[in-house]
């Protein structure tokens, strides 16, 4: 987890502009008052807002442009079928018009209470007075898009790279060739999960004070540094020493990239470009299949095992990428300007907009700048946070299911006759219907802006696979067995749309990034569950794990989704009762002085 949109803290971060521009905003503290008493003028757009956090006393001044010359409309969302047939439908009639879209920012009330930080690294492009027009925006996400989110899913891509090898390396055998067995081979995907699962929050506590730009391209290097050393491996220990290093650098990585993308997207173009990122994971795995495919046939150069080769191959790959990524990961929209890059991305007008339509967005986004610490305290607040817990145990029971099959497919397809380089092969076109399904149950959701019902889709595909396989007789036509296993992981992984609902039920910037990488480490703690659900003595039929399956799969089906829908139905209709029965007054008093954060507040409503 895979993944969220973004974090925060309270630190003071200097550089939060380039040097050769002054900060356009100011923030000054009122002394002659004992009351909180903030006064902020911005000198670019005239903004002057005041705000006295004495309960009961509020006032502001406050000008944010013309609220009539807005666009009130939500983005059309996604749908492959207008993509094919009705293209028009994401084409403004007139590409000239006014693209800016109405935000807290437009009512003087509500604007004080949302204003970024003054630490916020683009406070300087931050204008609420900017108005741009659809065409300006699609030029601008055109740019992001090839920029940002491509070398993004270049470097997923080396991620899965490295952690896919250990299936194709199986092919070679590999087991043999270590004097190892099933069990070790499971007991090394347990201590990768496990290492992984233990480094997802110091990773995520190292990147906030580096900042991801700084700390991801380091955590590429280091693990394809240990992928290649994987060519002198000599037998268990050795393979259990790598696979849990690889596990504890990884770790984090996932929620680290998603918050850096969130940085440049806002919330209803995030979605589709998460369900990009998950495909270019399959892609890369085809890729990887093919590379293996030819790697693997180096079996006696040197006197050495194919997989052996793959292993140092592919980690020399992917470190040419790490190292790439130092020079391809700018930390913010407003500093894309180095040495290196002189000219920058964007032009000062690229920069204003970037920055405005985000925070128009997502307000939250203000709250944190990319060079700051999470405190431990903020960190335990996460951790308590209840309301996300459902969407924890989603994350530790729904891939349950389809992971024992995923991860024994190749020894499956060796054991029933298959040689090592078309079962190789043979793993493609799962992995491209997979990419096809997760790509189309992602656009459903966003389409029907529903999660839970679409989630399950999941579980409901496995489901008759899983029940095939267990009833398969002994001895079973290798084809047939073939098209169950393939159809099986064909299907459409929901994990991207579940990476998303935390990050929005999430609420908080500050927390964002924490509620990811919680929700990733239940993921992984159940990839360490399935790992050991098939076992050496239940080989190779595995009717007592699929039945162990079965059980699980119909529990996230039954129970598990239905129930996380009824519980954040009421949790809404909870907030509904009090801040509906607020006076206007009532509301901005409880903004001006509340200290609620994220969904804590009253005014926040869980999506489901």
């Not at 509904?576 to 009253?602: C, F, H, Q």
């Amino acid at each position: 987890m895979e993944a969220s949109e973004s974090p925060a803290s309270l630190a003071s971060f200097d550089a939060m502009s380039s040097p050769d521009v002054p900060p356009v905003s100011t923030l000054a503290k009122d002394k002659s008052t004992s009351s909180s008493s903030f006064s902020l003028t911005d000198k670019k757009s005239d903004v002057d807002v005041s705000i006295d956090k004495k309960p009961g006393s509020f006032h502001t001044k406050y000008d944010a442009g013309d609220p009539n010359d807005l666009c009130d409309s939500e983005p059309e969302p996604f749908k492959l079928t207008n993509l094919l047939f009705h293209r028009k439908v994401y084409k403004a009639e007139d590409v000239g018009a006014v693209a800016t879209r109405r935000s807290v920012y437009d009512d003087p009330h509500l604007a004080p209470h949302y204003w970024p930080k003054s630490q916020y690294e683009n406070l300087h492009r931050f204008d609420p007075k900017a108005r741009w027009t659809f065409e300006e925006e699609k030029t601008l996400l055109r740019k992001i898009d090839w920029k940002v989110m491509f070398w993004a899913c270049i470097s997923f891509s080396a991620l899965n790279l490295d952690r896919g090898n250990l299936t194709q390396a199986n092919t070679d055998n590999f087991l043999p060739d270590l004097n190892m067995t099933t069990n070790d081979y499971n007991m090394g995907n347990t201590v990768f999960r496990l290492a992984f699962l233990c480094a997802e929050l110091p990773s995520q506590l190292v990147s906030k004070r580096l900042g991801p730009d700084r700390w991801i391209p380091m955590q590429m290097c280091a693990w394809s540094v240990v992928t290649l050393v994987q060519f002198w491996i000599t037998g268990r220990s050795s393979f259990l020493v790598c696979r849990a290093l690889l596990g504890f650098i990884q770790g984090g990585f996932i929620p680290d990239l998603i918050l850096y993308l969130s940085y440049f997207y806002t919330k209803h173009e995030l979605p589709f470009r998460l369900a990009l990122f998950w495909i270019s994971s399959n892609i890369c795995s085809i890729i990887g299949s093919f590379l293996a495919f030819g790697v693997l046939r180096m079996r006696g150069v040197a006197g050495k095992e194919g997989w052996r080769w793959l292993f140092l191959i592919e980690g020399l790959i992917t470190l040419t990428i790490g190292i790439a990524t130092f020079f391809k990961m700018p930390p913010s929209p407003t500093q894309t300007k180095s040495w290196f890059r002189p000219k920058g991305w964007f032009t000062e007008r690229e920069e204003i907009i970037a920055t405005t339509r985000v925070l128009r967005d997502d307000p939250t986004k203000g709250d944190m700048h990319n060079r700051e610490a999470l405190t431990i305290q903020r960190l335990w607040t996460a951790v308590c946070d209840y309301d996300l817990w459902p969407l924890y145990i989603i994350g530790l029971m729904f891939g349950i299911p389809s992971t024992p099959p995923g991860q024994y497919l190749t020894l499956s397809l060796r054991n029933i006759g298959f040689d090592t380089f078309t079962t190789n092969l043979l793993t493609i076109p799962s992995q491209v219907a997979n990419m096809v399904t997760m790509f189309g149950i992602t656009l459903i959701s966003e389409a029907f802006n529903e999660r839970t019902f679409v989630a399950v889709g999941e579980d409901l595909w496995i489901l008759p696979f899983l029940v095939a396989l267990y009833t398969l007789k002994d001895n079973p036509n290798q084809w047939i067995f073939y098209g169950l296993a393939s159809g099986l992981l064909s299907y459409p992984y929901t994990h991207p749309i579940q990476v998303g609902w935390c990050s929005r039920n999430s609420g908080a910037v500050a927390s964002r990034t924490v509620n990811a990488s919680l929700y990733n480490m239940f993921v992984q703690a159940s990839s360490i569950i399935g790992a050991n659900i098939y076992r050496k003595d239940d080989a190779p039929r595995y009717r007592r794990g699929n039945a162990i399956l079965i059980s699980i799969n119909l529990f996230n089906i039954v129970i598990l989704y239905p129930g996380t829908k009824l519980y954040y139905v009421w949790r809404n209709k909870q907030r509904d009762k009090i801040w509906d029965a607020m006076t206007p007054e009532e509301k901005s008093n409880y903004l001006a002085t509340t200290s609620d954060v994220g969904n804590r507040r009253l005014d926040f409503r869980f999506a489901h």
